[in-house]
C-alpha cells in the first residue's frame, strides 16, 4: 500500500515538474539544453542519446527525452549489452547509477 502511495506521489510530481517546464518554455525562460551521447564506462558502447536541460548532473534520464535507446533490461535492472548496470527503471525515468557511464 505504501508503495503504491509513493508511486503515485512520483508520478503527480514529475506530471506537475514537467508541466511547470513547459510552461516556462513558453514565456521564454529557457534552461540549457544539451544532446548527450551516453556510453558504459566499462565497454565504451554507446547506450543512449538523451536530450538533457540545465547544467546539473545525470541523476535519472527521463524516458521520454531518450532519442535512442540501445540498452538491455533484465527486469528493474537496465543494462549495457556487456553486463555492466547502468541503472534501474521506474515508471517514467531511468534512475542512473553513479559513474557507470560517461557522457559526451
Not at 81 to 93: A, K, Q, T
Amino acid at each position: 500500500m505504501i508503495t503504491k502511495v509513493k508511486n503515485r506521489i512520483n508520478t503527480i510530481l514529475s506530471h506537475l515538474i514537467e508541466n511547470t517546464f513547459q510552461k516556462l518554455m513558453s514565456l521564454g525562460l529557457t534552461m540549457r539544453r544539451r544532446n548527450l551521447e551516453i556510453k558504459c564506462s566499462e565497454c565504451g558502447k554507446l547506450i543512449f542519446n538523451y536530450v538533457k536541460y540545465g547544467d546539473g548532473n545525470l541523476v535519472k534520464c527521463h524516458k521520454d527525452r531518450i532519442i535512442e535507446d540501445h540498452s538491455e533490461k533484465d527486469g528493474k535492472k537496465v543494462k549495457c549489452s556487456c553486463g555492466n548496470v547502468i541503472g534501474r527503471d521506474r515508471p517514467h525515468m531511468i534512475k542512473m547509477k553513479g559513474h557507470a557511464v560517461d557522457l559526451e
